[in-house]
Structures are given as C-alpha cells and as structure tokens.
C-alpha cells in the first residue's frame, strides 16, 4: 500500500478542487458564529432562536449528505458544481431576507448545498492512495482561507451589515465552482472495495462525535464570548485568524505524532486537552486567557481532524466511513447551537 501511494502523483487540479470543495462544504460550520450574529441583526431575534436557525442548517447538511452517500454513482462533478452554485443561492436569497422565515428557507438551501458536497469530497479523497496526503492538504488549505475568511468575514459584518456578511461567502462558493471539474475517484476504492463497520469503527466514530459536539456547543458563541472577555468583532476574528494560521502545523503534528505513538493514545490526549481549554474560554473572561485557549484549542481541533479522517479512510476505500464521519460531526454541529443556546453562556463549560 505504502508503495502505490508514494507511486500515485496528485495532479494540481485535484488538489485545488479537494481544498475548494472543503472550504465550501464547511463554511456553514466555520462562519456559524458570525452567521449567528448576522441572524440576530438582521431579524432582531434572539441568540436562542437563531442557535436553532443554525441547527436547522446544520440538519439540512446531514440529511442531505445521507442522501448523497445512498447513491454513490453520480458523476462528482456535476454535484461538486451544483453545490457551489446552491450554497451561493442561498447566501444571496439570505442577503435579501426580509423575515425569519425567509432566512430559515436561505440557511437551509447552505446546508443542503454544504451536505452534498461534503459527502462528494470524503468519498473522493479516501479513493485515492494518497488519502493520508489528500487530507493534509484540503486541511491545511483549509485552514490558510479560513485565517483570511475570518478577520474578512466579522468585518465585513461590523461595518456593512448582514447583507455583505452573506454575500461574502456566496462569492466563496461562486469563485470555487470551477475547480469542482477536477474532482475524480481514485483507484483505491476499484481494489479495496467497501469494507465493513467493526465495533472499533463504531468507537472511533462515538469518539468523533464527541470531540465535535465540544467544539460546536461554544464555537457558535464565540463571536459573544469574546465580547465577554472584553473584545469587539473584529478582535475576535484576528483572534481566530491567527489560531488558525498557528493550526496550519496541525496536520503535520498529526502525521509525526502517528509514526511514534499509537492513535489512539494521541486522540484520547488531545481529546482531554480540548476540554480542558473549553473550560479556560467559558470560565475565564480574560483577553488574553480567550486568545491562548482558542490558538491551542484551534490547533487541537485540526491535529484531530487529520487522525480522525485519515482514520476513517484507512478502514474504508469507498467513503462511505468518511462520509458516515462528516454526518456524525454534523449532528454534533446541529447539536451543539441548540444545546449552547438552552443552556445560555453561564453553563457552556458544564456541558462541554
């Protein structure tokens, strides 16, 4: 295995369109706290009821990507382009919202678009011998736009509202829609097949849940919770910017740390740790302690990402455990607003 994937060359249009399709499939995600935010300008609503508007786009995501993973013998393409295209629909049908009711329609139009495409991309990616590579790669592109996504994004909410908020990322969406032409399955997949879920798959997909439902509880207030310690909007995303940048080494710590000690042992550390600095951001409302938690928090959440989907891909060529993966962090991403919102700011680190 380890000599058909150094054999196997990744052609420069994969590797953008793998990174495209990521960054697309997880602004949802990323930018919910930001969204959140706009959701409450722009409607006057409050931050309960606009953590179950993000829940139910996070719901449209997985529901979706269930779909999606049913029926694997559409051309990737074609979806990949499809998706890029809805998700900036629905950015402008949310830019001109005028009602709550309008916004839910728009936000789940994004998650529906965001759950196709994320499924698109997990069945890619672990088809491919160069799986372990693939990932680093989309991660660590990932990474490098969200940094300038998230000092853009809250910026632009601060200064010219909601509106240009959305827009935003709709020409995201829009600006990586071509690259959606190179998406292809590998060979992997022809030789491996599709492999069995085993009780240790079931564990390693529990573990998964968990350590997203951490990250989702607080990350979709944390546009607030740095207002607490005492910074504006755009505090918060340099803050979050410069986390991310120091996250890109993420990937690689994942890959080192994987040929020195056992996975599971590093995944059952840093699992502890990113509680640990969930307690520091809920329960300490300091500028500083808010930026140190969220650099090592940041940096925890990539390093994981990298050992849980290389994990997922290793047990299965076809995908569909990857896939299963991305469903089961989005329920903890539907989850999370929810639960952080009914919970309210005061018992975020009792339930993280």
Same mark, same amino acid.
């Given at each position: 295995m380890a000599g058909r994937e150094s054999a196997e060359r990744i052609a420069l249009p994969l590797k953008v369109g793998v990174t495209g399709a990521m960054i697309v499939a997880g602004l949802g995600a990323s930018f919910a706290p930001f969204m959140l935010?706009?959701? $409450?300008?722009?409607?006057?609503?409050?931050e309960a009821a606009a953590a179950n508007l993000i829940s139910s786009e996070f719901l449209a995501f997985l529901i979706m990507a269930l779909i999606v993973m049913r029926t694997p013998k559409h051309d990737p393409r074609v979806l990949g382009v499809t998706s890029c295209l809805g998700y900036a629909l629905g950015g402008l049908f949310a830019a001109t919202a005028k009602s709550i009711e309008a916004l839910y329609v728009a936000r789940i139009v994004c998650g529906l678009a965001g759950g196709m495409l994320m499924a698109v991309t997990m069945r890619i990616i672990a088809s491919h011998f160069t799986y372990v590579?693939?990932?680093?790669i989309a991660i660590v592109g990932n990474a490098i736009f969200s940094a300038v996504l998230l000092f853009a994004v809250p910026a632009t909410l601060q200064m010219s509202g909601p509106a240009a908020a959305y827009l935003t990322l709709s020409c995201v969406a829009l600006v990586f829609a071509p690259a959606m032409v190179s998406l292809k399955l590998g060979h992997r997949v022809e030789l491996l097949g599709k492999a069995p879920i085993l009780l240790p798959g079931v564990i390693l997909l529990f573990?998964?849940?968990? *350590?997203?439902?951490?990250?989702s509880v607080a990350w979709q207030f944390t546009e607030r919770l740095g207002m607490i310690a005492g910074m504006d909007e755009m505090t918060v995303g340099a803050v979050l910017s410069a986390a991310t940048c120091i996250a890109l080494l993420g990937p690689i710590a994942a890959?080192?740390?994987?040929?020195? $000690?056992?996975a599971a042992y590093v995944l059952l550390g840093f699992l502890a740790f990113k509680a640990f600095q969930s307690?520091?951001?809920?329960?300490v409302p300091h500028p500083i302690?808010?930026? $140190?938690?969220?650099? *090592?928090?940041m940096f925890a959440y990539v390093l994981l990402s990298q050992l849980f989907m290389t994990s997922f891909a290793m047990a299965d060529a076809s995908g569909r455990m990857a896939v299963i993966g991305g469903i089961m962090?989005?329920?903890a991403d539907a989850a999370g607003p929810f639960t952080g919102g009914q919970s309210g700011l005061g018992k975020f680190g009792q339930v993280l």
């Open positions: 935010a706009a959701a $409450v300008k722009q409607t006057g609503i409050n590579r693939l990932f680093a573990a998964y849940f968990l *350590s997203r439902l951490n990250d890959i080192k740390l994987e040929k020195r $000690v056992h307690l520091i951001i809920c329960y302690a808010f930026g $140190v938690a969220q650099v *090592s928090a962090g989005m329920i």
